[in-house]
């Protein structure tokens, strides 16, 4: 709804303090700034950084924050001087937006961009408390100010609750193994943690023609679910020290590429220590900023040589791979559909974070 003066007033899923569940709200957009674009949400994925949000693992500073950073959605309203996308376009928006101008753009590492664009902050609450939108974006609402580099379109014709994955989770999980860790055909690969983004690094491995892949997971239903998208191998950590089960699944050596997508330090040192020599390891997890590893065996480390690296948003460039997965999807080669798992309303968006919490599902997707 906009009044004359064309602020809109948009209803979203909001946390005003953290470790309280965010609740439904409404609020206040201002009109599309310079460079900006209103966007009407139709679909966002809960991923689990969003619950992280709200558990207050990044700090306390960024409340009242506007959950969700997973979306899909139509363009509704342009400001001046926007020329990549126009009213009515249908996007998928990303939480990073190259700047072009630091040091990393001028470089021509777009995906390292030090200034990502956001819309200036025009959100407000109907008590006139400025919002912060998740990773400057904010989708579990039904409206969200976004810079409109943020919003990449893509074909019409498919649907917005798959596409939203492609926004975080999914792009970063392919992205991982494409272009941070650059998984080669006939290698070994281990991924810790079977969720949302860990599923998408499998089936990041097997179209860059990994040959043996081997899913690590707590949850025996998660296991299921990666075989599904690609795992030639499944170990449950429960039962058993993970790190000996994948050497013995690898002739004694370990994996040439491992993945952790949990963000806990056991895991991060399970998927370090199980990698053959010269292997990489690409850190996905957020394991947030009071993490600590206890202890790194520097000469164990060392005798390994290899990689350790840390992959944000799968090192994507949106414009040039939001539009690759959409294709892959309706090419049958990225199974979306098992992706989202549950499709739930704005109201249910901390259902969401308990069925993810019980191990429920890969995604719930917020239908608006
Ligand atoms: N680096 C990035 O750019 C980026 C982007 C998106 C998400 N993330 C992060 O990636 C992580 C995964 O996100 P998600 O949405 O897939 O979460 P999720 O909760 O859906 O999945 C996590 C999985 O880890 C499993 N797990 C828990 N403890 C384990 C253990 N000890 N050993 C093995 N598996 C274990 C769980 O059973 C679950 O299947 C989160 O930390 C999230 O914040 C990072
Ligand atoms: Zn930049
Ligand atoms: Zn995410």
């Known amino acids: 709804m906009a009044d ?7 209803r979203g899923v909001i946390a005003r303090e953290v470790g309280k569940p965010g609740q439904v709200e409404e609020f206040t957009i201002d009109p599309p700034g310079p460079g900006e674009a209103l966007v009407r949400i139709l679909a966002s994925g809960v991923c689990h950084t969003d619950l992280s949000v709200q558990n207050g693992v990044f700090g306390g500073d960024f409340f009242p924050v506007l959950l969700g950073h997973e979306g899909a959605g139509i363009v509704e309203r342009v400001g001046e001087g926007v ?23 001028l470089a021509g590492k777009l995906h390292l961009c030090a200034a990502s664009l956001n819309a200036e902050k025009r959100m407000r609450t109907m008590d006139g408390i400025t919002l912060q939108p998740v990773l400057g974006i904010g989708t579990f609402c039904t409206h969200t100010l976004v810079h409109s580099k943020q919003c990449v379109p893509v074909d ?28 080669e055909p006939g290698s070994s ?4 943690g079977c969720g949302g983004v860990g599923d998408s690094v499998i089936m990041g491995a097997k179209l860059a023609g990994a040959t043996t892949i081997i899913a690590v997971d707590i949850d025996p239903k998660k296991l299921e679910w990666a075989k599904g998208f690609g795992a030639t191998h499944l170990v449950n950590a ?5 790190v000996a089960r994948i050497k013995e699944l690898t002739g004694g050596f370990g994996v040439n590429y491992s993945f952790e997508a949990v963000g806990r330090p056991e895991t991060t040192e399970q998927a370090i220590f199980c990698r053959d020599l010269a292997g990489t390891c690409t850190i996905i997890g957020v394991a947030g900023p009071t993490s600590t590893m206890k202890e790194l065996p520097l000469g164990r480390f060392f005798d390994l040589g290899g990689a350790l690296r840390v992959s944000w948003y799968g090192d994507c460039l949106p414009t040039r791979d939001f539009p690759l997965l959409a294709t892959w999807y309706q090419h049958g080669k990225l199974d979306l559909d098992t992706v989202v798992t549950r499709i739930i309303s704005l109201d249910e968006a901390q259902e969401g974070f308990h069925a993810m919490e019980r191990g429920e599902t890969l995604r719930s997707v917020i239908r608006l």
């Not at 014709?157 to 998984?183: D, F, N, R």
């Open 4 to 10: 004359a003066a064309g602020h809109i007033t948009a």
């Open 83 to 105: 020329t990549n996308v126009k009213e009515g376009d249908y996007v998928i928006l990303a939480w990073r937006a190259p700047c072009g101008e630091c040091r990393f753009c």
């Open 156 to 183: 019409e014709s498919l649907p917005p609750e798959q596409m939203s994955l492609i926004g975080c989770g999914v792009m970063t999980g392919v992205g991982a193994a494409l272009y941070s860790a650059k998984v």
């Open 189 to 192: 690969v281990a991924v810790f």
């Open 238 to 242: 429960r039962e058993g020290d993970p």
